[in-house]
């Protein structure tokens, strides 16, 4: 995605204590910093943070994580959290790539990803937010048995993402190939979303169980 840079974006983020810029710190110690032993759930590349600021309105017993790589979106998510005075949630300046060593073994108890850039190009598959490197990062710090739930607009990228989540050893709950037609209820639209929508494209929606069994018999050799 290219934006354009803004040079208050950054100083912005910095001066309010919601924004982590060496999240490390708080690794194993998340609860308390948070304050509070309630489950703390991620969103991988949440852009504006529509989704994200929504679900920590509704459900203020969960603790909520924005992540993304650019300054420039992640204002917008803090000014939203802050308009609706909301304690229970966080945000992360970072290159997902790097999110290995924020969060001990069992930290997170869910993570959402939508509409992740697909990157269709065989050479740039790696870059993909589900591809199996991604996903082994991911099992170093969610609980076994808790979820992932994701949201695209790209067929490709669903159906391999689909084999990525299967090879992992997650567990399918549900699928759909067009979720405005499906049985599920409770979305939350995100902002890439309205965009497709109003395109007519179909939004495709799967939630996995994460397995971790493989990473903690790693960790066990
Ligand atoms: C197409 S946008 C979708 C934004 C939002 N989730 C939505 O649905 O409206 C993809 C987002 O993922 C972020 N992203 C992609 N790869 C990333 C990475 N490796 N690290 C951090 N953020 C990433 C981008 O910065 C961008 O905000």
Redesign the pocket.
């Known amino acids: ?1 290219r934006l354009r840079k803004k040079w208050w974006a950054k100083p912005e983020l910095e001066k309010d204590h919601k924004v982590l810029f060496t999240p490390a710190e708080y690794k194993g110690k998340w609860k308390e910093f948070f304050g509070n032993d309630h489950p703390i759930h991620l969103e991988l ?4 943070g529509r ?1 994200i600021n929504q679900l920590a309105t509704m459900n203020t017993n969960i603790n909520y994580i924005a ?4 300054n420039e ?1 992640l204002v917008h998510v803090l000014r939203k959290a802050n308009e609706a005075h909301l304690k229970n949630i966080k945000i992360i300046p ?4 790097n999110i290995g060593g924020i969060f001990a073994q069992d930290e997170i108890e869910k993570i959402y990803i ?4 697909p990157w269709p190009n065989k050479r740039h598959h790696k ?1 993909r ?1 589900t591809h199996p490197n991604f996903l082994r990062l991911y099992q170093t710090f969610a609980k076994h048995g808790s979820e992932i739930w994701f949201k695209t607009d790209d067929q490709l990228l669903f159906t391999d993402s689909l084999g990525y989540f299967e090879g992992a050893g997650f567990n399918e709950l549900y699928r759909t190939y067009d979720l405005y037609q499906s049985d599920f209820h409770g979305n939350i639209v ?4 309205e965009r497709f929508c109003k395109q007519g494209i179909k939004i495709k929606f799967s939630r996995f169980k994460i397995n971790t069994y493989n990473i903690l018999a790693d960790a066990k050799k």
Do not use: K, S, V
Request: proline letters at 0%.
């Open positions: 995605m590349g949440c852009g504006r989704f992540l993304d790589a650019h979106l970072i290159n997902i790539e939508n509409f992740c850039n870059r937010l995100t902002e890439y979303e």
